[in-house]
């Protein structure tokens, strides 16, 4: 009994740890570590081999994540004492000069800190016979270990990133449907709030050179007039008895039409490099910060659910609109609630879709409706509304994330992956219709 | 009943859900021509005994026997091919099709794949002449009256041959008038040899169509009896358990000043003009046939529907009423007629179902005093003695009696002044009946005012201090002393 009710309760989160888990056996593999990581590795262990005194010749390609091991390098070899003798910063033709510069100079070195790459170059492959004067140096690069691909920090940052929008527009979402509606404005929105976000920055905040104080009125404006538009359609849901479907189709055309003609069919980027900070910006504990706002607005969003009247009210209204009404509820208010939050997420993840990529389009969040009712379904909410609950969204949006990145990393095609997605939401309704006629 | 071979014979069955042995092999058997009364409290396993025979539940035991021989019911279907109709409470009937439309459902007549209309439509009205009624065969079904769609419901059953009818609470939602022709129905269907189970609280009923009864309580038979060989007491101490007194407590009246004064409400030809007052410590009957605008009214004055004119007065204060939100602010309470569609959300808890339209109160700041409300549920679950498994339990696994206690308790809790009652006691068994006359008596008592709409004549002279007769929107007549008055007294102000 008590096993049977944490399986049905908890087991779309089941089925998700089940995934990484076959997503960790399937992606496991030799893993090279780069960067400062590779740099503490490999500084540690000449020290330890060669003694403090050692001296260091740092070989590192031009690549971003060299730029790091170089740094690191010098760091931890200064830290411990260790002579640099000299830094390479290059192809294999730039590290023999160095070698032939420090034979002729006389100069003598005990090892050559290198990265997995610059390591295996053929310059090092005899450095006895080339460079006698040397000393025979030691090659010393950073150990690979066996890790899956999916389990490393990157991926899975990688996987909150790609999914915090989609989740965040998940939230209203969930509220639309546990009143027994559907919102499919959602996607249309993003692209709307994406593109006035955008134009705002460019036209009245300064574009290029717009400052904090212009970029977050220009941001609060697209989001607010998202709200304004799930605001018309709560009216014409409450005010009219026209069914939300119909509402939310409309006004998901009429949002992506005017997208489109505010930007003017084409891509807004002129707007200041620090507008990807909401995106793109890791502050907390490393954790981008979208992700953070994710976890912060689940948090919020959940105790509204299941601690408020107003989620209380949701319930209900979803449960049995008549009922609800004659028991004194303010069932319009309610739905029009559930619906300008809707509208204002959406803008929400508008505004974060813009930063990530740091422009403005209306083609952002096509099909993203469809992504979000999806990530709600699986998360067991009934679509005939009165139940279901806000963590259960977040697993379905991660299931949905974790599906995705695995076959990506799992070079699964992306028809193929479609027809997995759609699988995957079938069988997570099945699930949910089992546990129901139990 | 016949000697020999029994129409339908149920041995030892058995039925157990979740927690639950609703049925602890019970037996039941009917014969050809014969209508048996199937009695019990609600919970004591009449509608699931039924729904095992419809096909709806399968038996963990027993043995169900048509003609002596042994016959698989797993399914509706199979059920249906024994020659079984069941017709429940609320119909199975597709709103939107016609009358032969929805005979037909499912066992179309067909010629080379396509419907053969004019033979079904043939077929539909000698299984209405059969009936000896009529039925306007090109209407949809939604704009029958409940008397007509019943109708539909039997000739249905005639359609397939059934020689086993099912009515659970065939007479619920008509009128006397109604009943009586239904009666005439029920009697010529015995005459073709069709065995009927009537399943009825309203014992008036029971004597004047049946000819054995059949008592569950429990889950278990604890009596079987003719007819003509008992009388009511027996019958309603056999269905509790114990003895009985009388149907409704007695109470002393005490009516103190005007309460709530409704005047001249309007609304198109549901409810015209209609005035009345109640007092302090009263009960005011609604009474008449259905259809009278009754209901209509009430939801008028509770702000469910938009009244086209007239003013409603509380204490002499006029209210502004245009939601039930408003309603309920002033110190209004409605218990619907229809529980499980107006008065609970069924898929919720029964806590969360009695926190409703308390929330104000029980929450601070916007969030809701989970302990508080526990606490104050679990006092109204002991005063009313609501039957829960915990207060999680969903609101629609309960009876109809249980689920009637929750939307009080909703009320009692919010301290409503003017408590207005449609049909209270619908399809609630004869002790929570009583439970829940003492309760009004007792909220009287308290000075509070009820209203209470009923179809029932004795409930409203049992119960009422006044009694107010409607018909066709309107008022057509008031008798003042309900104690003394007569059934027939009632009956000629609601025909008039």
């Known amino acids: 009994m ?20 076959f997503f960790s056996v399937t992606t496991y593999s030799d893993q090279t570590p780069k960067g400062a990581a590779a740099a503490k590795q490999v500084a540690d262990s000449i020290v330890q081999q060669l003694g403090p005194q050692a001296r260091v010749l740092i070989v590192a390609s031009e690549q971003p994540d060299d730029e790091a091991f170089v740094a690191g390098m010098t760091n931890g070899l200064n830290a411990a004492g260790a002579r640099i003798v000299a830094t390479v910063k290059g192809g294999p033709k730039e590290a023999r000069d160095a070698l032939v510069k420090m034979t002729t100079d006389g100069g003598k070195v005990d090892a050559i800190a290198c990265t997995q790459v610059t390591g295996t170059w053929l310059v090092f492959a005899d450095l006895k016979t080339d460079f006698p004067a040397l000393g025979n140096p030691r090659v010393i690069l950073p150990p690979s270990y066996r890790w899956p691909n999916f389990l490393k920090s990157e991926n899975l940052m990688n996987i909150a990133n790609q999914i915090a929008v989609i989740a965040i527009v998940a939230i209203g979402m969930t509220m639309v449907i546990i009143t027994g509606g559907i919102d499919l404005s959602v996607g249309s929105l993003l692209a709307l709030s994406a593109v006035l976000a955008t134009r705002f920055i460019r036209d009245y905040a300064g574009g290029l050179e717009a400052s904090l104080g212009g970029m977050l009125p220009a941001c609060i404006a697209a989001i607010i007039a998202c709200g304004l538009v799930g605001a018309f359609s709560g009216a014409m849901i409450t005010r009219f008895t026209i069914p939300p479907f119909i509402v939310t189709l409309a006004m998901m055309l009429v949002g992506s039409g005017l997208a489109y003609t505010l930007a003017k069919g084409e891509a807004i980027y002129q707007i200041p490099d620090s507008f990807v900070w909401l995106g793109r910006g890791a502050d907390i504990f490393s954790l981008p910060n979208a992700v953070v706002l994710m976890i912060v607005l689940y948090a919020l969003a959940h105790v509204l659910m299941s601690r408020t009247k107003l989620g209380r009210y949701l319930y209900a209204v979803g449960g049995n609109s008549e009922s609800a009404r004659l028991s004194g509820v303010p069932v319009k208010r309610v739905l029009m609630f559930a619906y300008i939050a809707s509208g204002l997420l959406a803008g929400l993840g508008g505004v974060i879709m813009a930063s990530q990529l740091k422009s403005g389009s209306a083609t952002y969040g096509n099909m993203y409706e469809l992504f979000v009712i999806a990530a709600v379904v699986v998360g067991g909410t009934s679509l005939s509304g009165g139940e279901g609950k806000m963590l259960g969204t977040l697993t379905g949006a991660f299931t949905i994330a974790v599906i995705q990145n695995g076959m990506n990393l799992t070079n699964v095609e992306s028809y193929t992956q479609k027809v997995v997605l759609g699988l995957v939401i079938l069988g997570a309704v099945l699930l949910d219709k089992i546990r129901q006629t139990r | 009943m016949s000697e020999a071979v ?8 058995v039925k157990s859900f979740p927690g639950v042995k609703a049925l602890r092999g019970v037996d039941l058997t009917l014969g050809t021509s014969e209508v ?13 005994l039924m729904k095992v025979l419809g096909g709806a539940h399968q038996a963990d035991e027993g ?9 698989p019911f797993h399914s509706p279907q199979d059920s249906r091919h024994a020659g079984v109709a069941v017709i429940y409470q609320e119909f199975n009937l597709v709103p939107g099709l016609t009358a032969t439309e929805n005979i037909f459902l499912g066992q179309e007549v067909t010629r080379a794949g396509f419907v053969a209309q004019a033979q079904e439509r043939e077929r539909a009205t000698a ?8 039925i306007d065969l090109d209407l949809p079904c939604r704009r029958l009256t409940t008397a007509q769609q019943q109708l539909v419901e ?11 009818i099912v009515m659970d609470e065939p007479s619920a939602a008509l009128t006397s008038h109604e009943v009586e022709r239904l009666f005439v129905i029920i009697r010529e269907l015995k005459r073709q040899g069709i065995g009927i189970i009537y399943v009825s609280h309203r014992l008036d009923e029971i004597f004047a169509i049946t000819d054995r009864v059949v008592v569950l309580r429990d889950g278990i038979n604890v009596g079987e009896r003719p007819t003509n060989q008992i009388t009511r007491n027996e019958m309603i101490e056999m269905m509790v358990g114990r003895e009985l007194k009388d149907e409704f407590p007695s109470r002393a009246s005490a009516v103190g000043p005007p309460r709530l004064e409704v005047s001249h409400l309007t609304r198109g030809r549901a409810v015209q003009d209609v005035s009345f007052t109640v007092h302090r410590g009263e009960i005011l ?14 939801r008028l004055i509770f702000g469910a529907d938009r009244r086209e004119s007239g003013e409603i007065r509380l204490d002499g204060k006029l209210l502004a009423i245009n939601s039930p939100r408003d309603a309920i602010q002033a110190g209004l309470g409605l218990l619907t007629e229809d529980r499980k569609l107006q008065g609970l959300v069924l898929g919720h808890s029964v806590r969360e179902n009695f926190g409703l339209p308390n929330l104000e109160r029980l929450s601070h700041r916007g969030f809701v005093q989970l302990t508080q409300e526990r606490k104050e549920f679990a006092g109204y679950v002991e005063q009313l003695t609501i039957k829960v498994s915990d207060q999680e339990q969903r609101a629609g696994n309960l009876s109809g009696g249980n689920q009637q206690k929750v939307v009080l308790a909703k009320w009692l809790a919010r301290n409503s002044e003017v408590l207005i009652f449609d049909e209270p006691t619908r399809g609630i068994d004869v002790g929570a009946k009583f439970e829940i006359y003492l309760l009004m008596n007792a909220l009287v008592a308290a000075g509070k005012s009820i209203v209470m709409i009923s179809s029932e004549l004795p409930e409203v002279l049992g119960m009422a201090d ?9 008022v057509t007549g008031e008798i003042t002393d309900a104690r003394h008055a007569t059934q027939e007294q009632v009956m000629s102000l609601a025909h008039a």
């Open chain 2, 127 to 134: 299984l209405f002449q059969r009936l000896g009624v009529e």
């Open chain 2, 154 to 164: 039997i000739a249905k059953a005639l359609a397939f041959d059934a020689r086993i």
């Open chain 2, 466 to 474: 006044r009694i107010l007769v409607m018909h066709e929107g309107r």
């Open chain 2, 36 to 48: 048996v009364a199937l009695l019990g409290e609600n919970g004591a396993g009449k509608s699931t």
């Open chain 2, 6 to 13: 029994p129409l339908l014979a149920m041995r030892g069955i």
């Open chain 2, 63 to 71: 043995l169900i026997a048509i003609d002596g021989r042994a016959t």
């Open chain 2, 285 to 298: 009957a609604l009474t008449g046939l259905v259809g009278a605008g009754r209901t209509e009214t009430v």
């Open chain 1, 2 to 21: 008590k096993l049977t009710r944490l399986l049905t309760d908890y087991g779309m989160l089941i089925v998700l740890g089940l995934l990484c888990a």
